[in-house]
């Protein structure tokens, strides 16, 4: 399917402001700069929705929301070392193509949805901020990653279907390779739920956070200075 993206040009705003309670947690050095998280404004009222679902006492912890471009090419590449290490015999078409079962390039037609402000991963933790398992130290990455994982132990699969009830209930698409990302209205979105149309497409960075880098969105702009999205 022919997917156009069509952006709508919604504002990001802050998930902590439009969804008290809320724990943001997208790393050390990323909270150090930007210090908090950001979603399109729709799609943070969707959020703000699926709070409402989740059982007293229980709220959701951000790992990651939109990314500028700078950030999703760390990660991209990050990720091609770790799994140079871990499949040694891999060729690297191989790697690529495992990589992007769970980080999207950062330009292109598929551009990774968390660069349009439409995409999340989150998890879930209890009234004293603590983590709820999710996840088996028993099983792999991959095997742990995957939303339908009938290896987990019982208490995990009910953790679990508490944060996809949430999710779905507000309207939210599951990526199925990933049990904790969700998103609304980016490519990925559209492609997952058979839609012609996406109506976010990524966004550069409207917040001054990486000023002395260039912007990779193509504009030529340093990102202090390039407020532009892509996208048609």
């Known amino acids: 399917m022919n997917i156009i993206i069509r952006d709508n040009h919604e504002p990001l705003v802050d998930i902590k402001k439009y969804c008290p309670g809320v724990v943001v947690a997208l790393g050390r050095k990323r909270m150090a700069v930007e210090k908090t998280a950001y979603l399109r404004m729709g799609v943070a009222k969707m959020l703000k929705k699926a709070q409402g679902y989740l059982p007293k006492g229980v709220n959701f912890v951000i790992n990651d929301a939109w990314r500028p471009a700078y950030i999703q090419t760390e990660i991209y ?3 091609i070392r770790r799994f ?6 891999w060729t690297r ?5 495992e990589v992007e079962k769970y980080v999207a390039p950062w330009r292109g037609s598929g551009a990774s949805g968390h660069m349009s402000g439409g995409a999340i991963d989150l998890r879930l933790v209890d009234k ?3 983590k ?3 996840k088996s130290k028993r ?4 095997k742990n990653a995957l939303s339908v994982q009938e290896k987990l132990p019982g208490y995990i699969k009910k953790n679990r279907e508490i944060l ?3 999710m779905r209930k507000a309207g939210f698409s599951n990526y199925p390779k990933e049990y904790w990302h969700w998103s609304y209205g980016d490519y990925y979105w559209a492609r997952r739920n058979k839609k012609p149309l996406a109506i976010y497409g990524a966004v550069c960075d409207h917040r001054n956070f990486y000023d002395s880098k260039p912007c990779p969105c193509g504009s030529g702009n340093k990102y202090k200075k390039c407020h532009g999205t892509r996208g048609e």
């Not at 140079?84 to 015999?89: L, M, T």
């Not at 099983?139 to 991959?142: I, R, T």
């Open 128 to 130: 004293n901020g603590h």
């Open 132 to 134: 709820i398992p999710m």
């Open 84 to 89: 140079e290490k871990r499949y040694p015999k």
């Open 77 to 79: 590449f990050n990720f």
């Open 139 to 142: 099983l792999s990455y991959q």
């Open 93 to 97: 078409k191989k790697i690529i193509l």
């Open 164 to 166: 996809f009830e949430a």
